[in-house]
């Protein structure tokens, strides 16, 4: 259950992938076996409006999305069926802020194994891309960094921090039902406190995007499929694991803080609303579970 509040930075680090899209669904989505079953057409459109295929890029890189999703089907949905019982079994009782970094942890291992799972695919891509894919990328980056800056930079502290404290309301109340004040108050404070740095972040996510357009020319300009991959897991490791030491000092003192503030509200809740929790992931689970025998 760690990951209500937590994955969406995950979500920021990482690639687009069938991973992020199913453990998305599981913040909030309805509709979380039409979606899976249709995520490999999601994410092609979502690579084609990053990178503007180009005609005979477009069967190698729908069959590869398509093999994704048979593979992530088999290997890692049971994954997340069993991360899911374990959250379940705890959402009844209190839990700590350790027991939630551990959950959250095993979360971004299966996610770094997805990831590992989509190089060769990726890497082969990456080597046809040319200087008008590139520019089309930088542009599409410019766009959601306008939409980034608004939501996250623009205007007043208080206006920011109303905006995140209402992003992470209405993730907690899918899963609890409505907070009452005192834990209104706890998830205030929390927030109020917090090491959180929009701009610290918006730079980083600057530095990413910057590492992925001089790593993807390299890719293209290696003509190597092997030395593209090479690139490509290097580049991966630097937006996990970010070469700004200043950064990750930043990013582990906040992924310690979100573990703690979650678990405090956690603690907060009643046995009505821990129940409506652990309902919530059995019907996830589920749901899941009819996915696993679908082929």
């Known amino acids: 259950m760690s990951f209500i509040l ?8 990482a690639l687009l992938t069938l991973g992020v899209l199913t453990l998305a669904c599981l913040t909030g989505c309805s509709t979380i076996k039409l979606v899976y079953n249709q995520s490999d057409d999601v994410l092609y459109w979502w690579v084609d409006a990053y990178v503007d295929l180009e005609a005979d890029q477009k069967p190698a890189t729908r069959e590869a999305l398509s093999a994704l999703q048979r593979w992530h089907r088999q290997q890692q ?7 899911l019982q374990k959250a379940r079994s705890m959402a009844t009782q209190d839990i700590t802020a350790a027991q939630v970094c551990a959950t959250t942890e095993e979360m ?36 959601t960094n306008k939409e980034w800056r608004s939501d996250w930079l623009d205007g007043s502290a208080d206006k920011r921090l109303r905006y995140r404290t209402k992003q992470a309301l209405n993730r907690l109340e899918d899963f609890y039902g409505r907070l009452d004040d005192p834990q ?12 959180f740095d929009a701009a610290v972040n918006y730079a980083e996510r600057e530095r990413r995007q910057a590492d992925s357009l001089q790593t993807l020319q390299r890719m293209a300009e290696s003509g190597s499929v092997t030395a593209a991959q090479g690139l490509l897991r290097a580049w991966t490791d630097r937006a996990f694991h970010s070469p700004n030491e200043s950064y990750r000092s930043y990013n582990q003192a906040l992924w310690q803080e979100n573990c703690a503030g979650f678990a405090k509200l956690h603690n907060s809740t009643t ?14 689970e589920t749901d899941l579970k009819t996915l696993l025998t679908q082929k």
């Open 108 to 143: 971004k291992t299966s996610f770094l194994g997805l990831i590992r799972h989509i190089e060769p695919a990726a890497a082969r891509l990456g080597t046809q891309l040319n200087a008008q894919q590139l520019q089309h990328m930088r542009k599409r980056y410019d766009k």
């Open 6 to 13: 937590i994955l969406p930075r995950i979500i920021r680090q």
């Open 271 to 284: 046995p009505a609303q821990r129940q409506r929790l652990a309902e919530t992931l059995r019907g996830y």
């Open 77 to 83: 949905l049971p994954e997340y069926v069993a991360l």
């Open 184 to 195: 209104r108050e706890v998830l205030n404070q929390w927030l109020a406190s917090s090491a």
